[in-house]
């Protein structure tokens, strides 16, 4: 029987295949399909396509929809252009299939798809090499895949790749992103409904981004995606990717342009040699007992998780090109912070995302999609270790929660096989001319601090009703036209609770006729003493931004020209996918004393580009600094 083209439930020990968890793992080879067979679960894939259509388990014949054409269940899949051509969609199909390892422990399955000239313009100019693994024992299978660019080869752009499972709609109902993300999701969409569902509401940033999936209650089985390490990601600890949504679909994204944009697109030349490994991922299948509570699934997938990210980097796949634990380098220092307008002695860089990445400017960490990173978090004492790092080059990159900016030290990090590269201490400087006058916010690349509003009812995703991520819910940008339905923002320093007084984006106005109108915010504040001989600087963190325009005006909003401008910025999206930050941007504007009066002054902050709702900025942290002290 082929449980990869059967629609109907087969109780296991009814079945013809064995059962026992200890049976050694079984590869069977048919015309077009190949079963991977440990007897604790069966893995069909298409040969030579490699692309899986059925998994069965616990008696269920196949979790994956049956329903849907073969091509389109558990696959491999990416978008892609020439230059200057179109996006195209292009579900990955092998064109030739072999055995990579094949004994009782442990069997590896390569599905091979190379590139000619001949299919110039047709498919993306890479070999791409899709491979399946097996282990004895293991309730799950593994999946990673080595995409190779080789030198003569033409350029492309590729914008989005990701691992992607289309499960039994009758069966994956529940699904589980965290602890506090989880829900019964919605079967069938109308225009009666009463709660909105969008799949950007399941958004995730990489470093929480570990484990999730979905429950079936009958009988009670889950279906996780085990992501163990972030250095396949692109974009770093922060960056943004979706989960799962209605279908049920569930999703591992390796490179993708939400919540960056173009910014994210990996830009592959003529005639440049490149060569990724994504991967692996584990794909993890567990059950429980009819009346057990389904979430101890999700208990039991955290465990399971936890186990997995110990163990990486694994040790048992067989290509050359995955570097195991012997074959990579550590890197450990101590990260401090100077700034003498907070203390006259160093402080711990307590909670540092501190990462290597490629080399490059100041936080091109962000927008890194060709290669590696390796992140970790400081200790209270600024203290990290980051180990397993791929050999290579890299700078050390890291942000501070609480100071602005990001740091790069200058030297070049070299890792070779088993190097452990001490730092030593290393010390952060933010961007700082003089004292706090005032400050807005907090320096944390996001948001979330800001005055989120209650969603229209019409709009309500009830799992976030009362929730820390109440940012989540849809149409919250229109909300800004309701509350300030004539007179825009106004916030005053020392009265004023940014918690409460600033909204969380500054977006457009709509209009009755709808159009839309661009929105000027005030910040009011006193100052007793001026130096008009001296400069004051405003520090302006933005947590994201979407073809957007900052002009900064102090005392006249009616100025010509802008005290300054960013220009056009940003094509990150965040406001129109519920996030709550996108990529971060730091600007530094100078102020002439002779600009501000003793008593009370104005600063102007303009976003005037207004062709769509969803244009506007979130910002972080905005902080106005005095003149320098000596």
Sequence with gaps: MDPGSHGGDQVLQNSTWPAMPTQAVRLHIKDHHVVLDNGILQVTLSKPGGIVTGIRYNGIDNLLEFRNKETNRGYWDLMWNPPGGKGMFDVISGTSFRVVVENEEQVELSFLRTW????EGNYIPLNIDKRFIM??????????????????????????????????????????????????????????????????????????????????????????????????????????????????????????GHYAGKYMETHIGQDEPWKKVFGPVFIYLNSAADGDDPLWLWEDAKIKMMSEVQSWPYNFPASEDFQKSEERGCVSGRLLVQDRY??????????????????????????????????????????????NIRTGNYNLYAWVPGFVGDYRSDALVTITSGSNIKMGDLVYEPPRDGPTLWEIGIPDRSAREFNVPDP????????????????????????????????????????????????????????????????????????????????????????????????????????????????????????????????????????????????????????PRCTSPFQGIMYDYIRLEGPPVS
């Design 135 to 256: 282990l004895r024992g293991s309730s799950g299978f593994y999946s990673y895949a080595i995409y190779e660019h080789l030198k003569e080869w033409p350029a492309f752009t590729l914008g989005q790749t990701r691992f992607t499972f289309k499960l039994r709609k009758e069966k994956f109902r529940y699904m589980v992103i965290a602890d506090n993300r989880h829900r019964q999701m919605p079967f069938l969409r109308t225009c009666q409904q009463e709660e909105v569902d969008d799949k950007y509401q399941y958004s995730c940033e990489n470093k929480d981004l570990k484990v999730h999936g979905w429950i079936c209650r009958t009988p009670p089985v889950g279906f996780w995606l085990i992501i163990p390490s972030d250095e396949f990601r692109s974009g770093g600890p922060l960056k943004q990717n979706l989960t799962s949504h209605v279908g049920p679909t569930t999703l591992a994204v390796f490179l993708s």
């Design 456 to 607: 229209d009812p019409k709009y309500v995703n009830r799992l976030f009703v009362n929730h820390p991520d109440r940012f989540r819910q849809y149409g919250l940008w229109s909300r800004y036209t309701e509350l300030y339905p004539n007179e825009d923002l106004v916030y005053t320093i020392g009265v004023s609770d940014y918690s409460k007084d600033w909204f969380f984006a500054q977006v457009v106005r709509e209009m009755d006729n709808k159009t839309y109108q661009g929105t000027t915010w005030q910040i009011k504040f006193k100052l007793d003493h001026v130096d008009r001989n001296s400069s004051y600087k405003l520090r302006v963190a933005i947590a994201a931004a979407t073809l957007a325009e900052l002009q900064v005006r102090v005392n006249d909003p009616n100025a010509n020209r802008p005290l300054f401008t960013t220009g056009l910025i940003g094509r990150d999206n965040a406001i129109a996918r519920h996030g709550i930050h996108g990529l971060y941007l730091l600007y530094h504007v100078n102020i002439p004393g002779t600009r501000f009066i003793e008593g009370e002054n104005t600063i102007f902050l303009k976003q």
């Design 116 to 119: 000619a000239s001949s299919l």
């Design 342 to 387: 907070i203390s006259n002695d160093v402080i711990s860089a307590n909670g540092a995302y501190v990462g290597l990445a490629p080399p490059g400017d100041v936080g091109s960490w962000q927008t890194e999609c060709k290669d590696y990173q390796f992140w970790t978090t400081a200790d209270e004492d600024g203290c990290f270790s980051i180990k």
